[in-house]
């Protein structure tokens, strides 16, 4: 569980390179470094659960997915800097703000995924405490929904969070359970979000950001 919570601690990290205040030169070099960040956290947390095999593979697709969309992302956003016009901005904002977002967010949904399926077939029971259950769960709860809604992939958080809520519910596990219950949070977060301005304004559109 302490390994689930340093993976949602170094997503939340990373992640703040959007706040005010953080130069682009700075903002430029966590870009950078976020996708080997978060593979090795991914890592920090299969590898003690011993994953092979299947569960192996849905990490690789799922952490190849969010590297490839995190640098499709960082590439895009760099070509659309130069002041494209017309067709060309059209296409550079596909490549940069939909299509991109979508497959770093379909990368991190599979690597959440793999550590579920991993936990079932881990040598061990998973070690965890309340404390650290419930700062996993607020983190990557909180992480999900700010990442979604920046991102625009706001759409698949709630069928997500059904699909794996209806998981943990049948194969009762505290990995799956913590997982289950960030999912849930960031789908009620996003539910009030969404009834608060009527819509899913990303952070960034609003004038007090």
């Known amino acids: 569980m302490r390994a689930l919570l340093v993976f949602a601690l170094t997503l939340a990290v990373f992640g703040l390179r959007h706040l005010p205040g953080v130069s682009d030169e700075t903002a430029d070099w966590i870009n950078l470094a976020t996708p080997f960040a978060v593979v090795a956290a991914a890592a920090g947390v299969l590898v ?28 895009a956003n760099a070509i659309r800097a130069e002041g494209l016009e017309g067709e060309a901005e059209r296409v550079a ?9 979508l497959e770093l967010h379909a990368g991190l949904l599979l690597l959440v995924v793999a550590f579920c399926l991993a ?61 289950a219950a960030a999912f849930v949070l960031a789908a009620l977060l996003l539910a009030g979000w969404a009834a608060w301005h009527g819509g899913v304004p990303e952070f960034s559109e609003l004038e007090w950001i």
Request: net charge negative; glycine share 12%.
């Open 93 to 101: 904002y596909f490549w940069d703000e939909e299509l991109s977002h």
């Open 119 to 179: 936990e079932a077939a881990a040598p061990a029971p998973v070690a965890w405490s309340p404390i650290t259950a419930a700062a996993a769960v607020a983190v990557l709860g909180a992480t999900l929904f700010a990442s979604v809604v920046e991102g625009g992939t706001w759409w698949f958080l709630g069928p997500a969070a059904v699909l794996v809520a209806a998981w943990a519910f049948v194969r009762p596990r505290p990995l799956l359970a913590a997982c």
């Open 48 to 75: 003690p659960l011993g994953a092979r095999g299947v569960r192996l593979g849905v990490a690789i697709a799922g952490g190849i997915l969010y590297v490839n969309g995190h640098g499709m992302h960082l590439a």
